[in-house]
């Protein structure tokens, strides 16, 4: 699309920025269904959160992405919350509305998303979540919120654990999620579980490394989902798989938050041929570069 007096501005606001993928998967929708929007990134300098929030919306953008480290502090300059992103307590996508923008949490919204595709049922289910930081907050909301049965909520600081399952469960009005240390896996009593890692152990360049090693835990799993994309198969993936289980990993979670974030802008459901070709030139961006 042509770049004229027409188009619209999307943007991504966050410190660093450069490497984002976010980018691809908009201006890729934005192409495919001949929508004249286009999505920069921005790199906003701590303090000037709010600034960028109120000069975004005096420059009429049409809707901003945030990242890390912003995703909390740029609550306070929004005028309106999605009920799930006020219960997370953490915003990535900002949609005009009058007078400023409502912010929304497709960080959550892009994992259901996920599930969904793959087929991975969540109500009535029980999950193990690894990791209890900003990633595991949004994953562990969501599933509560979709209807599953219990979460194992397993973290190296069990206080971290301990914090958001009383959260939580105080927010649902039901014990449904239960923390744990660890080395507590072996606590878990049910036999066909979903896990889901949402650690930052095992990230590229440490790929041979994973949060929890132990096969006694990986024989009850019969789903898990890394969080991870890169590398595309994870220590966490690769032990699944071992023990029989189908893994995945977070390169749909990565799409299905950027899809959504794109319809809540554009006001239009994208189809999901469009969606997987964004999701290939994902693939494409994150191949390794070949060469020595
Ligand atoms: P994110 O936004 O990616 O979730 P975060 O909020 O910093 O990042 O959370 C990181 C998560 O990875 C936490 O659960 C952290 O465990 P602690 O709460 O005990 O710190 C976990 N994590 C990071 N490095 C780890 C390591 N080497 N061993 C075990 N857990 C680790």
């Known amino acids: 699309m042509e770049i004229n007096g027409k188009t619209r501005l999307l943007g991504l606001m966050g410190n660093p920025v450069e ?18 929007v286009c999505y920069v990134p921005f790199l906003v300098e701590s303090g000037k959160i709010r600034a960028a929030v109120e000069g975004a919306y005096a420059l009429n953008v049409l809707g901003m992405n945030v990242t890390v480290p912003y995703k909390q502090a740029v609550m306070d300059a929004l005028t309106g919350l999605d009920p799930l992103a006020e219960q997370i307590g953490a915003v990535n996508t900002l949609v005009r509305e009058e007078g400023g923008y409502r912010g929304y949490n497709t960080d959550a919204l892009g994992f259901l998303r996920e599930l969904e595709q793959e087929n991975i049922r969540v109500e009535g289910e029980t999950a193990a979540v690894l990791g209890a930081g900003g990633a595991s907050r949004a994953v562990v909301f969501s599933l509560v919120k979709e209807g599953i049965r219990k979460i ?8 971290k654990a301990q914090e958001l399952s009383k959260e939580v469960n105080r927010c649902y009005e039901r014990e449904a999620v239960v923390p744990l240390t660890m080395e507590d896996y072996k606590k878990i009593e049910e036999e066909r579980i979903l896990a889901v890692q949402c650690t930052s152990v095992g990230l590229a360049p440490e790929s041979g490394r994973c949060v929890l090693t132990s096969e006694d835990f990986y024989r009850n799993v019969h789903t898990g989902v890394d969080l991870i994309y890169q590398p595309s198969e994870t220590m966490f993936m690769k032990l699944v798989r071992q023990q029989g289980g189908k893994a995945c990993n977070g390169l749909k979670m990565l799409l299905y938050q950027g899809v959504t974030a794109f319809e809540l802008f554009v006001g239009q459901k994208a189809p999901e041929e469009m969606s997987r070709i964004a999701y290939e030139k994902l693939c494409e961006l994150l191949k390794p570069q070949g060469g020595m």
């Open 19 to 36: 490497h984002t993928l976010s980018p691809a998967i908009h201006n890729t929708l934005a192409e495919q269904m001949g929508l004249n």
């Open 152 to 159: 194992y909520l397993l973290n190296r600081s069990f206080a």
